[in-house]
């Protein structure tokens, strides 16, 4: 083990970290046994070596060189050639394979900071890695190992000397791993010092830059380290960007912060493998293929195939040579030949350029790649199989599902890194299922799920929360939590490390509050390498909850999967419900949260376990209530009615996004595919001011996702203006409210409300044209000019209270000053969107009454603007906890930042649950997050639209059975009929 000594460098002893890189010194010459044997300083060493290249030059082959052993020259020589043949033996060595039983302890433990008491965590449900264990157990661990795994005793204590939790049959499952990630490359908050250093773009270079290290971008103080680890996620793999066919090499890192025997923020101490001799450590090269390699050097798909091919065979070419070298060398024994050969040919042929290229042909760098398309997929496979390179994963593979059998047919069991849910924001993102990891998975392809931490829509603490998606689409329990601990363990190599809560495991152990694959599960406990890494205090105060504490394990549901039809049953069924004045009669419902239905509605509770009936006559609510009080509108609508009988069925209203893109921007990076942004040459002239209602379109994928999460409409805006492809502007328009059901145009009721709100950017959204104090005038301007004019114009209504204004706002300063605005234009209906800042003053929202939709609901610090959010649980309060304290009426949306996208609208619901967890909401108030309050505070005619779910839509694996929809004279008619994912209903 030659782990890292931090003695001051003394003399002429080498400098602490040029410890042999990679295996090999890649400067022979300047090596440290070289000097040892010619006693010479270093100066003196290069002088010589210059004049013997000197003398070389001049002499050669006109002087015949008498080798002895006392010639200097001879003994440098000799010495390369010994070098090179040390380079021959080691140059295909593989990191050393070891079973967790005889590991002898955690490489990356030491006695300062390391664990330093033994610990048994009592009585834990625990996953193993593979499994839910079917008893209950007691975890040790030492050092920052498992010591032992074994059935929960009953003994008082089972430690001689320690701490012992008793977990009360809590969940615990092993570190969640995340195989891609940027953090501590594009450290948080993200500013152009640092957020620049993921992707080498340099002409010079080219799309091939497999010669870089991740790890000389890695800054060990990025906070975002932190975060991650609070959501469970204790080893990430960071690599290089995409912008490269060949990006460079990545790193696993532990995301334990300051964990060296210093406490400084030392890269080399977060590495996975440090303590490990670096030729015995793991190698791992970014490759990409697809849109961005192809947009960032203008090149076509076959172009990137032909430049990598080329490299590929300079690398092998190169390779070549060195076996042959290798081979000549082995069969010289004497001396004389020995110095002969080295200064014939040289030593082992080697270049910069090309050495982790050679190592990924040889086996020892693998390959994990960023591709989406399935053709992609196949040139990829086809140029590394030219090469006899195993493809180790493909990263994101939004369309993997697409082509399980060709992707197995080339025999490289690649795993598929992907995403559960986020996608549509590119072409290549534009064929997704939700069910693709269960697809993947019944293919056998080995499923990851992974965060590609940079931005806060990306951010690597929720990667749990994937794998609970994933489930709900149909991942068995198992395979989902496999999904984020041992398949990327396995996918890295390491998964006689990490992964795993075992014997002989880095004792990497998440303890969670829930059943992880539960909604807003949030760990109670993160050890890595054995070190606890939350604050129970504040776990208690964040969570109400925590470890250390007597309290039982909170109640936690069993988590399900979605129900689904065959297309055949579900098209049989849904023709006859889409019947003109069809009638139902639906049972066995077991929760009503209707807010607008109250007169039919009267004697509903929702306390849950009600056995409710609800009668749909012809378009109209004629009954909901216990079966007996239907009795009389059930027999009034007779044998014509249609009978559901669900088994936990729940009504809710429809529900209600506010949007960044639907209808407006079908995939965010493909301009055709969307509205524009208008040309706005005079922001206070009201004719600049644009009208979604006018662009808008009412089909696309995200609206079937809608469908799926019984959102029934939505609020859009026009699309961000941009100036260099990065949203930008102070004015953005009117916002119009559409339905989703897809049966509908903006001919025949598709548009609910043709004006919703005006809306303006205030803080970095807003400085593509001019700066944020110069919004805040303007606007103020434009409210001062038209107040109580009474013009019909968007500013008039604005300024006389007619019209919302909604002000997409973010930093705490920036909100201060809306509150300001709204002091001194109290007529003004002033509603704040986004609101990472929001927490901080919440009071002066709160009397100022100014109400919130809150895109911040689990916020992270990812840029400069927000780099003062509550990150939440279990290191903060949650944002939504501190409004609802504070009083303030507020909703909440699922937008995403960059690159925008809706495909996370169908988990409406999912989040208003997650948001309603740590605000201390009932479950009818988490519903109207999302419905009622919407409508509330941006003034929208009240959605009378009803979803019938066949189980609890605040939990995961809920499914819409019906949404019937108000039609324009106040009817209803059934709108989406079980509605499945478009990914695999579109062909
Ligand atoms: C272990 O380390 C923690 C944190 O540095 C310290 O508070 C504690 O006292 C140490 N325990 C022992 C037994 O040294
Ligand atoms: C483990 O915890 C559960 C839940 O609190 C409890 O019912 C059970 O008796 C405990 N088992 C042991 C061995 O302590």
Redesign the pocket.
Known sequence: MDSLKYEPVIGNSPPPYEVEAYGHNARPWANRRLKRACSLSRFIALILISTILYLCLVLERQVSLQYSAEDASAALLLQRFDDSLRLCAARNHLPPQVSPETREGNPRWNSVRGQNETIALR?ATLFDGESFLST?VDIVFSKGQVQSVSP?S?AESILDSGIEYDL??RFVTPGVVDMHSHHLVESWPALLATGTDGNEMDPVFGPLTPFLRITESLKAYDQAARIIASGGVTSSLIIPGSANTMGGEGTVVKNLMKPGELGEYVVEEMLLEHGIARSDRHRYMKFACGENPKRVYSHTRMALAYILRRHLTRARELMDKQEAWCYTASGLHNTAERARFVDDKGGYPEQLELESTIALIRGQVLMHNHCYEPQDFETMLGVMHEFGVRVRAFHHAIEAWQVPEMLKAYGDNVTIATFAEDALYKHEAYNPSLYAGAILDAHGLPVAYKSDHAGESTDAKYVMSQAATGHAFHLPADKALQSVTSIPAKALDLDFRIGYVRKGYDADIVVWDSHPLSVGATPQQVFIDGVPTLDSKIVYESTGYSMETSS??PDSPEPIMRLRKSQKESGEFCALAKRKSQSFVISGIRKSFLDHYSDVAASVSVSGNDNLTLVVERGEISCLGMAEACHREVTAVGNNAINIALQNGHVLPGLTAVTDTLGIKEIYMEPATGNGAADVKDVKNPSYVDYAKYGVFLDGKAFSRARLGGVTRAVTAPDLSTVDDEPAGFLRGVSVGIKTSGTKTILDGGIFQGDVGLHVSIGEANKGTGSVSMAVKTLREILAENTGKGNESAYGLVADGKLPLIIQVERAAYTQQVVSIKRDFPGVNIVIYGGHGVPSVAKELAAANISVILSATRPGPGAWETKDSLIGPPLTRSPASILSEAGVRYAISVAADVPVSDSRIHALAIEAAWTAKYAGLSEHDAVRLVSKNVEDILGLKPNKDMVLWENNPLQLGASVVLSFEETADGKLEVGTCWPDDVGLTSD
């Open positions: 009585n209950p929960s009953a009360k049959g039982e394990r």
